[in-house]
């Protein structure tokens, strides 16, 4: 625990930092003709209002920006559900080779043999890996995946005359973006319960079966749950979703406690979304463009988004000559770069090593569980998969210490917080994803954080309830960015530079906890 008690220095703008007439480029001296533009098109001239500074300067600028972000490669990030594992830098360095990195999009199929190599590479491992007959890559992110496996279920409805089935059924531990899928395809969503297990409710998905039969178009299950538990009765329910003629989605973002110890293919499902930024390495980004690719079984394949990537005797080819395709999801052949960085991990570390590296997840997983349970208990008595869901009930009833004040505390002791509040149905929660990538003395510095602070909760509440004080800001207002998003630069209440309409602050309202100056001015 290094400084809690003194605040970093208040980083300027970049535009506090112009000074007029310094610059920090060297343009080269003009060899054409000056064209006086506006006396052909008028006046084009508007100021630009950029910041002038010098070279050094904007340098520093960035470096020390960059140096108060905080990121998988400065530390810890159990952030659970999201799978921050190290990329490695040969993906990186694969991704830029001039040959993938340069292609155009239009070029003709012929001439990328390589590229094609890549594509068909990576959809034949995952194959393998996933059990399912048919991968496409063009889906930009796990929602994305979702959405298209979705859309090729309606797609197989309506082509056996069943269009009308319209309900989307999801257990209430699903990630949200299960039901936002649903919805997006124009589904109705029916939510069914877990059991005290941490399970699927039987009894209650074979209520809503009974009842709404034969408008059930699928079940989405996550599998391991977001409770970082492995549903044990997949078959079971894949056979009464099956039995009112429903599809069964596998949402697959947890894939890395799996690969290369059981397929969700053999499981019953029908098909299945993958994370390449989760599970294969790949940076992750808000909500693509990536690659959430999909897997299916072989009759959901005619429906297949185009092009399809497919063998044909040697050569790998493009094929469009899909009559019953539900069309494209993206662009082209998706986030090509992404695919190399997935065919580059996949392969550097093979059958072999990948499994190694799903049951390294797992073992980090119980270790934090084990170390941390007499503090913070898990929500169930388990082993877990590849992360742990731990509840903080007791402090909220005792002291008045919440999950997001052990979260906020951990920021002081130097590590990102792990996912709050989600799953929604276990109190107080806090879900905890280390990833196989972390060593033992990481994971033990973290358990002793957290163990440390939950102490603290218990001889000096309001240590956690101020927390983070180490930062540049304190505690946000989470949600005033979205009700009043800001973006504009000012000087002395002028606008400089315009992003958006002008609004009115109410008295007192603002970003709670934020330096003075970047609350607007004109509030
Ligand atoms: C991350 C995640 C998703 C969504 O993936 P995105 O790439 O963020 O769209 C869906 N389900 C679960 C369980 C996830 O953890």
Request: negative net charge; without cysteine; hydrophobic residues 50%.
């Given at each position: 625990m290094k400084d809690i008690q003194k605040r970093m220095p208040e980083p300027e703008l970049i535009f506090d930092k112009s000074r007029p007439g310094r610059i920090g480029c060297n343009v080269p001296v003009c060899e054409t003709p000056e064209v006086d533009l506006a006396a052909t098109v008028g006046e084009t001239r508007t100021e630009l209002h950029l910041p002038e500074i010098g070279e050094l300067d904007v340098m520093r600028h960035f470096v020390n920006l960059s140096h108060i972000n905080y990121g998988i490669e400065t530390g810890f990030y159990p952030l659970g559900s999201c799978t921050m594992k190290y990329n490695p830098r040969v993906n990186e360095m694969t991704a830029a080779m001039p040959g993938f990195a340069k292609l155009h999009p239009m070029q003709p199929v012929e001439t990328i043999p390589g590229a094609m190599d890549i594509l068909m590479g990576v959809q034949e491992m995952l194959v393998e890996i996933t059990g399912f007959s048919e991968i496409t890559l063009q889906p930009l992110a796990g929602a994305h995946g979702e959405m298209t496996c979705l859309m090729l279920i309606k797609a197989y409805h309506t082509s056996r005359g069943e269009g009308e089935r319209n309900l989307v059924v999801i257990p209430n531990t699903a990630h949200g973006t299960n039901p936002a899928s649903a919805a997006r395809c124009g589904y109705d969503v029916v939510s069914i319960g877990t059991n005290e297990d941490g399970n699927t409710d039987l009894d209650d998905l074979q209520k809503v079966l009974d009842k709404h039969g034969p408008q059930i178009a699928a079940l989405m299950l996550t599998n391991p749950s977001t409770?970082?538990?492995?549903?044990?009765n997949i078959e079971r329910i894949c056979e009464l979703v099956h039995g009112v003629g429903g599809q069964v989605f596998c949402d697959g973002a947890n894939m890395n406690a799996m690969v290369g110890t059981t397929r969700p293919g053999d499981h019953g499902f029908d098909c299945m979304h993958l994370n390449l930024h989760k599970t294969f390495s790949t940076p992750h980004g808000g909500g693509g463009p990536g690659c959430g690719a999909i897997g299916l079984k072989h009759h959901l394949e005619p429906f297949l988004p185009k092009p399809v990537i497919r063998r044909s005797g040697t050569a790998i080819v493009a094929d469009y000559d899909r009559p019953q395709s539900i069309g494209r999801v993206s662009a082209f052949y998706g986030q090509f770069l992404m695919e190399v960085r997935a065919y580059t991990y996949l392969r550097a570390f093979g059958k072999q090593y990948m499994s190694d590296i799903s049951r390294h997840a797992v073992l980090n997983a119980n270790y934090v569980r084990a170390r941390i349970k007499d503090v913070l208990p898990p929500a169930h008595e388990r082993p877990c998969m590849h992360e742990v869901v731990v509840t903080a009930e007791k402090y909220k009833k005792q002291h008045g210490v919440r999950a997001l004040d052990i979260s906020k505390r951990l920021i002081d002791y130097g590590f990102h917080p792990p996912t709050n509040y989600f799953p929604l149905i276990v109190p107080e929660c806090l879900m905890i994803e280390p990833t196989e990538t972390e060593s033992k003395e990481t994971l033990d510095s973290f358990c002793d954080a957290l163990i440390s602070i939950c102490r603290e909760s218990e001889v000096a509440p309001d240590l956690l309830h101020e927390a983070p004080t180490s930062q540049i800001v304190g505690r946000l207002d989470e949600t005033m960015a979205v009700k009043n998003l800001d973006v504009r630069w000012r000087t002395g209440g002028d606008v400089v530079i315009d992003g958006g309409p002008k609004r009115e602050f109410a008295k007192g309202e603002g970003l709670e906890g934020v330096r003075s100056d970047t609350v607007p001015r004109d509030s």
């Open positions: 409770l970082g538990l492995f549903e044990p």
